[in-house]
């Protein structure tokens, strides 16, 4: 099948801003690879679409009336849809771009794209290829690692020795006698271990440590 018969790659585009919307319409139509199949002024319509139509590949503004383009994303791929989510947004922090590829998003740009990198991601997400500009990447792999850490808070040996102690009922005294430690060290100890894992007092430390399977 040759180029000019290959079928076109049908995108659904949602954006609640007409200039935006259709500034991005005529980029992508422009293209002979592309056709675009519906037009959404807000979540709900664009995620009523996506379900009705099944495009290739769905262009979600990220803040839009209703559902914004994120809870577009993971609702169409919960219900099994196959359309790749490609969400543009003025947003760029960490949080925001890690939530938004956990939630079903396939790529993310910013709207300050230019046109033609908007024509390449489309392309790049229908090939199953995922879309993220080299400025967020760095933020995205930063706030891997910082929630891994969160999940893993890394207990020293000593830290997991008292943590075990705890959990099986013990005193900070008895602790202090049976690891020969001063009291007041044992206390830190354990102060280290709220902080890691984000708690105050002895019940909330073991509920923590259960619910994260650090212990038992």
Not at 70 to 75: D, G, H, I, K, M
Not at 171 to 177: G, H, L, N, Q
């Given at each position: 099948m040759t180029s000019s018969t290959r079928p076109r790659i049908r995108v659904l585009i949602a954006d609640d801003h007409p200039v935006y919307r259709q500034g991005i319409c005529r980029e992508l139509d422009a293209d002979?690879?592309?056709?675009?199949?519906?037009?959404c002024q807000d979540g709900k319509e664009a995620l009523s679409a996506i379900t009705e139509i099944q495009p290739d590949v769905a262009v979600l503004d990220h803040r839009m009336p209703g559902l914004?383009?994120?809870?577009?994303?993971?609702?169409?791929s919960?219900?099994?849809?196959?359309?790749?989510m490609l969400i543009l947004s003025a947003f760029t922090?960490?949080?925001t771009v890690y939530q938004a590829l956990r939630d079903g998003a396939w790529g993310?740009?910013?709207k300050e794209a230019e046109p033609q990198e908007i024509v390449q991601a489309v392309h790049a997400c229908h090939r199953g290829d995922p879309v993220l500009p080299p400025q967020l990447t760095a933020g995205l792999i930063s706030e891997i690692r910082n929630r891994t850490e969160a999940q893993d808070?890394?207990?020293t040996q000593r830290e997991m020795e008292i943590l075990r102690m705890l959990a099986s009922g013990m005193?900070?005294?008895?602790?202090?006698?049976t690891v020969f430690l001063a009291p007041s060290?044992?206390?830190t100890h354990i102060q280290h271990v709220c902080d890691k894992l984000g708690v105050s007092g002895r019940a909330a430390i073991v509920a923590e440590a259960m619910r994260r399977g650090i212990l038992d």
């Open positions: 002979d690879g592309l056709e675009v199949v519906r037009v914004d383009g994120v809870q577009v994303a993971l609702s169409a919960r219900a099994g849809s196959p359309t790749r922090e960490n949080a993310y740009l910013t808070p890394r207990l005193s900070t005294p008895e602790i202090a006698r060290t044992v206390k």
